[in-house]
């Protein structure tokens, strides 16, 4: 997680000073403000509904174990093969064993993946990686001023190998070029490659893996690659296709602005005699991750109700910033509930005092997390195990040492000392206030005075 950390500090240094790609972030962030206004007025009882989630969702976590039983027994009579990992590293070290280096890989961005830094550990064993940026954000809303930034994810995407179409794609938007990587991706797909995808939903009852698009860039590795490995987290879990409707429905409406999904996959194993496409092999690799921990914490256990649709992300006034130009989180909001309790609070702490507290998030959750409740509970919790930064305590205690005595701030010297200190932890966009020249208590005894 310290990588997480780094990597979170860096980016929000880095947005300070590239002024210019502000519009860009801003351009995210009214695009899934506009999404959740609307999913308003796509749904007859809106509130009823993310009641109705909210409560699917608590009743599969209540009896997880059977729910897992359940699924495991469904998947594995149609082929599947389930394998269980407590962290990332483990799941890197069963994708190894399935996979030789030498077959390339196909790994479509998602949400599970990225906050593993899956990508990043399977570089680290030198595997044959390509990664795949899903074209679900409409990359028309971006304004003129991101162009570099589209320009180089364009170069990322390295369209080598079409000819005549590769030229093309450096004069064109950025949706052709989505096209051109899809007829690139075909051309790569068709040599016992391995498809790396994560799970929207993984439904118990039949039994089947949920993805949910609005391109159809994940379809490509999908269909054609000879083996497909799926890694979903244990809170991925829906009862029955009963409710999954509910579900894509308001994933859909949240994260693409549709109030139903253009692509929604339902893979229950692998390729079936007489069936024209699909894997020869699918694995289910379900992975802990600290989860179970944060289910022995009673009063946030609500936050497995998320659907991961990114609202509360690209909306946070602090998070949205760290984000990728694509709308991909690193981390938000969910982040500074789960990652204290899984990691502990003395590795990942600062993200509980990371939030502002102004409640946006919560606002725009489909699934009705109260956020700055988790938020508030972690903070009590880092404070009572003494995890907050030691010299974040020593400074406390001299502050109130200072505070206390009458007078003290009349003082020059402690004037200049307390502003020299606390200059650097408000940043380089805020200025430190200046003191006032005379103390409450000064100005209320002239003021009685000339009464």
């Not at 502990?344 to 502002?356: M, Q, R, Y």
């Amino acid at each position: 997680m310290d990588f997480y950390r780094q990597v979170f500090l860096r980016r929000v240094s880095e947005n300070m000073r590239k002024k210019d790609e502000s519009p860009l972030f801003e351009a995210v962030s009214e695009h899934y403000e506009k999404n959740a206004e609307d999913a308003k007025n796509y749904f007859s009882r809106y509130h009823s509904l993310k009641e109705r989630i909210a409560f699917y969702k608590n009743k599969v976590m209540a009896d997880l174990p059977n729910y897992l039983i359940s699924l495991e027994s469904n998947l594995s009579a149609a082929g599947v093969k389930v394998l269980y990992a407590e962290r990332a590293e483990d799941v890197v070290r069963e994708i190894r064993n399935i996979v030789e280096p030498s077959r390339k890989i196909f790994m479509s961005k998602n949400d599970c993946l990225d906050q593993m830094g899956i990508a990043r550990l399977l570089k680290g064993e030198k595997m044959n990686l390509r990664q795949i940026r899903p074209g679900n954000f409409p990359y028309s809303i971006l304004p003129e001023t991101s162009g570099k930034v589209v320009r180089r994810w364009q170069e990322e995407l390295n369209l080598e190998g079409l000819g005549e179409d590769a030229d093309k794609g450096k004069n064109i938007g950025t949706e052709q070029v989505i096209a051109l990587n899809k007829k690139k991706l075909l051309n790569e797909m068709f040599s016992g490659s391995v498809a790396l995808t994560g799970a929207d939903f993984l439904v118990c009852d039949p039994g089947c893996v949920v993805l949910v698009e609005n391109d159809g860039t994940q379809t490509l590795p999908v269909s054609f690659c000879k083996t497909h490995i799926v890694v979903a987290g244990i809170d991925s879990l829906i009862p029955s296709l009963n409710e999954l409707e509910y579900f894509s429905c308001m994933l859909s409406s949240h994260a693409h602005g549709q109030p139903y999904a253009w692509n929604q996959l339902l893979l229950r194993g692998p390729r079936r005699q007489g069936e024209v496409d699909g894997p020869d092999e699918f694995y289910l690799i379900l992975v802990d991750d600290g989860r179970t921990r944060i289910l022995k914490k009673k009063h946030r256990r609500s936050i497995f109700n998320c659907i991961r649709c990114q609202a509360c992300t690209a909306l946070c006034p602090v998070f949205k910033y760290v984000n990728s130009f694509d709308g991909m989180p690193l981390v938000g909001p969910l982040n500074c509930v789960a990652d204290p309790i899984k990691n502990g609070f003395k590795e990942s702490g600062f993200l509980a005092f990371a939030c502002t507290l102004c409640g946006k998030c919560s606002e725009v959750c489909p699934s009705g997390i109260n956020f700055q409740e988790l938020i508030l509970f972690n903070r009590k919790e880092a404070v009572e195990s003494n995890a907050v930064f030691s010299i974040e305590r020593k400074q406390m205690k001299v502050l109130k040492r200072m505070l206390l005595k009458t007078g003290a701030l009349q003082s020059p010297y402690n004037r200049f000392m307390l502003k020299l200190h606390f200059k650097k932890q408000f940043g380089q966009q805020r200025e430190f206030p200046d003191f006032s020249q005379k103390s409450f208590r000064l100005l209320w005894t002239e003021k009685n005075k000339e009464n």
